[in-house]
T-cell receptor
Framework: AQSVTQLGSHVSVSEGALVLLRCNYS??????LFWYVQYPNQGLQLLLK??????LVKGINGFEAEFKKSETSFHLTKPSAHMSDAAEYFC????????????FGKGTMLLVSP | DVKVTQSSRYLVKRTGEKVFLECVQD?????MFWYRQDPGLGLRLIYF???????EKGDIPEGYSVSREKKERFSLILESASTNQTSMYLC?????????????FGSGTRLTVV
């Protein structure tokens, strides 16, 4: 069975500081990994995904994530936070099989202060 | 872009009522999903469908049913609404099974059962 753990339900940073949101997964087969962002009163929007190939994945709005198989991690980073980045972020995993659905972490709320 | 439309943003229903939540996608996606989102619990899968008239239980199907009579439409039914079903409901679709396709989400329906 697959699962996702997001460390920290809330992360606070100052504008211009590094953003690091942590995600660890478990999967019995090679995983597909995703980060989604949710702004208030909206649905989830795909930020980036890892399927195969290059382990450093770049997404929208300057975010990137690195798949580290040995650490079973897929942490999300952004070099410099902007006020507009304040939102809830969800990591998700699906297994590399035809019948797998996405399993989500519990989410991390990113707070950005001026 | 794929659009997933949920018919209502906000709903208030009484305990015991039969409630229908409607979801329509406009890009011929095979797969459709219903999740509920609760603070601190993340997204939990209720039901999903890989084809017309086909449905599969997710992690928390109790108290819910679904209908998929047409490829573009996936309905979630609360047979007898209860207060513990007060939640945000998110519909999603994806192109095909497997291959790391991410999901496209609707904007959500916030249901309050009183």
């Amino acid at each position: 069975a697959q699962s996702v753990t997001q460390l920290g339900s809330h992360v606070s940073v100052s504008e211009g500081a590094l953003v690091l949101l942590r995600c660890n997964y478990s999967s019995s087969v090679p995983p597909y990994l995703f980060w989604y962002v949710q702004y208030p009163n909206q649905g989830l929007q795909l930020l980036l995904k890892y399927t195969t190939g290059a382990t450093l994945v770049k997404g929208i709005n300057g975010f990137e994530a690195e798949f580290k198989k040995s650490e079973t991690s897929f942490h999300l980073t952004k070099p410099s936070a902007h006020m507009s980045d304040a939102a809830e972020y969800f990591c998700a995993v699906s297994e590399n099989s035809g019948y797998s659905t996405l399993t989500f972490g519990k989410g991390t709320m990113l707070l950005v202060s001026p | 872009d794929v659009k997933v439309t949920q018919s209502s943003r906000y709903l208030v229903k009484r305990t015991g009522e039969k409630v229908f939540l409607e979801c329509v996608q406009d890009m011929d996606h095979e797969n459709m999903f219903w999740y509920r989102q609760d603070p601190g619990l993340g997204l939990r899968l209720i039901y999903f469908s890989y084809d017309v008239k086909m449905k599969e239980k997710g992690d928390i199907p109790e108290g819910y049913s679904v209908s998929r009579e047409k490829k573009e439409r996936f309905s979630l039914i609360l047979e007898s609404a209860s207060t513990n079903q007060t939640s945000m409901y998110l519909c999603a679709s994806s192109l095909q099974r497997g291959l790391g396709y991410g999901y496209t989400f609707g904007s959500g329906t916030r249901l309050t059962v009183v």
